[in-house]
Structure formats: structure tokens, C-alpha cells
């Protein structure tokens, strides 16, 4: 991802529920990421997601936090709070509770947007908390990259 967001002169930000700040971690894990990456934020309950991020509180009461329509009000919200080109982000339930039939222990959302558009992925991970809270934060990396690919 560095090489592409540096060769393209783009900006990523990252807003985050589930992953409790691993997407932004990995990213700053590598050298010379503040020439690309202007910040995260943990989003993790309805209020910072309605505050920092300007999730809509309907979009929260008609489908969740849990929901692609949330994943990609708060790509967009991070995108516009950070001004950056580019903004990911993750809202799922890590577990090992909060499950429930529609919306399992496992199951996240992504979104990545830019200025043009918006992209959400569903994923239903297994393993315990740790693992999915990991996998998720590797999968939306990989969307990111996807999403580069295909502009």
C-alpha cells in the first residue's frame, strides 16, 4: 500500500470500530507512513460514530452499527474529517458475545471511499476475538488495495 499511495501522492485515513485501532496500527507499523496515512479514529460506540464521524443516527436506528450503511457513512465521514483522499473502515462484532441470527459473532463490515466513490464488503470471519479482530484488520488493507486497483 505505501508504494501505491506514494507513487499516486494519496492520503489514507482509517475509521474504526470492531479492529480497535489495528487497521491504523498496521499501517503505522511501516516506515515513513505519515507521508500517506493523516490519522484514524475508534469509533466504537453509536455516540463517537454519531459525533467524530457523522454517522447518521437513523442509518444507526434503521440498520445497526453492524450494517453496510453505517460502514459507509463512516468511510466517507473519516474521509471528510481527516481530509484525506482516502478512508477505510470496520464495524463488525468481534465476539465473543453480541451475536445474534442476522448478525453473527464474526460477521464485519468494510467501507473505502474516495471522493467519487464508495465500496462495502461483508465478511463472516470464524475464531475467537483476537483472530477476527485481526483478520478483519488485514481484509480491509486488502480492500484498500483492491479499491486502488481498480481507479
Same mark, same amino acid.
Given at each position: 500500500?505505501?508504494? $501505491? =499511495?506514494?507513487?499516486? !501522492?494519496?492520503?489514507?485515513?482509517?475509521?474504526?470500530?470492531?479492529?480497535?485501532?489495528?487497521?491504523?496500527?498496521?499501517?503505522?507499523?511501516?516506515?515513513?507512513?505519515? %507521508?500517506?496515512?493523516?490519522?484514524?479514529? +475508534?469509533?466504537? &460506540?453509536?455516540?463517537?460514530? $454519531?459525533?467524530?464521524?457523522?454517522?447518521?443516527? /437513523?442509518? =444507526?436506528? @434503521?440498520?445497526?452499527?453492524?450494517?453496510?450503511?453505517? %460502514?459507509?457513512?463512516?468511510?466517507?465521514?473519516? !474521509?471528510?474529517?481527516?481530509?484525506?483522499?482516502?478512508?477505510?473502515?470496520?464495524?463488525?462484532?468481534?465476539? #465473543?458475545?453480541?451475536?445474534? #441470527?442476522?448478525?453473527?459473532?464474526?460477521?464485519?463490515?468494510?467501507?473505502?471511499?474516495? &471522493?467519487? !466513490?464508495?465500496?462495502? @464488503?461483508?465478511?463472516?470471519?470464524?475464531? @475467537?476475538?483476537?483472530?477476527? /479482530?485481526?483478520?478483519?484488520?488485514?481484509?480491509? =488493507? @486488502?480492500? +484498500?488495495?483492491?479499491?486502488?486497483?481498480?481507479?
Amino acid at each position: 500500500m505505501k508504494k $501505491i =499511495l506514494s507513487e499516486r !501522492r494519496l492520503t489514507i485515513s482509517a475509521a474504526e470500530s470492531c479492529t480497535g485501532g489495528r487497521v491504523s496500527d498496521h499501517i503505522t507499523n511501516i516506515s515513513g507512513s505519515s %507521508a500517506y496515512f493523516l490519522g484514524g479514529v +475508534v469509533a466504537y &460506540g453509536n455516540q463517537a460514530k $454519531i459525533a467524530l464521524l457523522g454517522v447518521d443516527e /437513523k442509518s =444507526l436506528e @434503521d440498520h445497526g452499527a453492524v450494517s453496510r450503511e453505517v %460502514a459507509e457513512e463512516m468511510a466517507v465521514g473519516c !474521509r471528510r474529517a481527516f481530509r484525506s483522499d482516502i478512508a477505510v473502515s470496520t464495524t463488525g462484532v468481534a465476539g #465473543p458475545t453480541g451475536g445474534t #441470527p442476522s448478525k453473527p459473532v464474526g460477521l464485519v463490515w468494510f467501507g473505502v471511499a474516495d &471522493g467519487d !466513490r464508495t465500496i462495502t @464488503d461483508r465478511v463472516i470471519f470464524s475464531g @475467537d476475538r483476537e483472530s477476527i /479482530k485481526e483478520e478483519a484488520s488485514v481484509h480491509a =488493507l @486488502d480492500l +484498500v488495495l483492491r479499491f486502488l486497483g481498480e481507479n
